[in-house]
């Protein structure tokens, strides 16, 4: 009896388990086991789907072969009219660098001539006063030559101030030599109208005719300029000759 109710416990026992498992079983959701295949299966594209991703993927290479096959003149986020006007404006800011380079040119040559023509114009100016200068000068010089030539010291005092007035003579002397003035040596020279003025005449066998013969009165130059031209005495043949202090005729 005993052993009968154990079975049937038992019995109850495993009916319930059983019935507790099928019922667990009902309560997961349906499918549950298979939810990768549910899913490959839900997910998988159709025919359509692949048609259009191909259709996606092909877009990107069709448009650039037409961009390489037309390539774009224009530049991004700038339209033609405002391109067009971009290259207006360099065209003309050209035109005006143009401009501006050719009067710059223009202008520098002005000052480049100017410069020249002023720097010759003051050099003129400072020669001329120069010039006019040392001939004010000029017959100072003549003066102390002929006192050296003609007045001869005879006593210490008369020589002491004959050297006195010979050294201011040498100091005026070298201060023309340091502004440039020269004189000129006529003696023996051939007589040059552009250098020396024949105040007279001589016949002589011995120097050939046109020759200056004696220097009367001394010429100075200045670089290229004659500041006095040298009075002379000129030789003739005999048989022309004028008396010694008739100056010769002017052609």
Same mark, same amino acid.
């Given at each position: ?9 038992? #019995?109850?026992? #495993?009916? %319930? ?5 099928? &019922? /667990? ?13 549910? $899913? =490959? ?6 025919? &359509? ?31 033609? /009219?405002?391109?067009? /006007? ?8 050209? @035109? ?11 202008? /520098?040559?002005? *000052?480049?001539? *100017?410069?020249?023509? %002023?720097?010759?114009?003051? &050099? ?9 200068? @040392? ?5 100072? $010089? ?6 050296? =030539?003609?007045?001869?010291?005879? %006593? ?7 050297? =006195?007035?010979?050294? $201011?003579?040498?100091?005026? $002397? ?29 016949? %002589?066998?011995? *120097? ?44």
């Amino acid at each position: 009896m005993i052993d009968e109710e154990k079975q049937l416990e038992e #019995t109850q026992e #495993t009916t %319930t388990s059983s019935m507790d498992t099928s &019922e /667990a079983g009902d309560s997961m959701p349906a499918g549950a086991g298979d939810a990768d295949a549910a $899913v =490959s299966v839900s997910d998988a594209p159709t025919d &359509e789907h692949v048609l259009s991703m191909e259709e996606f993927l092909a877009t990107p290479d069709e448009e650039s072969d037409k961009a390489g096959a037309e390539p774009s003149e224009g530049i991004p986020g700038v339209s033609s /009219a405002e391109l067009s /006007a971009l290259q207006q404006e360099i065209e003309s800011l050209k @035109v005006q660098l143009e401009r501006r380079s050719s009067d710059y040119m223009r202008l /520098a040559a002005d *000052f480049e001539n *100017f410069r020249k023509r %002023t720097s010759k114009e003051r &050099e003129e100016l400072d020669d001329r006063v120069k010039c006019n200068t @040392v001939i004010e000068l000029l017959p100072v $010089v003549d003066n102390f030559e002929r006192a050296r =030539s003609q007045i001869k010291p005879q %006593t210490d005092a008369e020589m002491a101030i004959h050297k =006195s007035y010979q050294g $201011v003579y040498k100091q005026l $002397v070298d201060g023309l030599k340091r502004l440039g003035v020269s004189p000129m040596r006529a003696e023996g020279q051939e007589f040059d109208p552009n250098l020396h003025e024949a105040v007279m005449r001589e016949a %002589t066998h011995e *120097f050939p005719e046109g020759t200056v013969i004696e220097e009367l009165m001394r010429g100075y130059v200045l670089g290229d300029r004659i500041l006095r031209h040298a009075m002379v005495k000129v030789a003739v043949a005999p048989d022309d000759a004028s008396p010694s202090d008739t100056p010769p005729s002017e052609s």
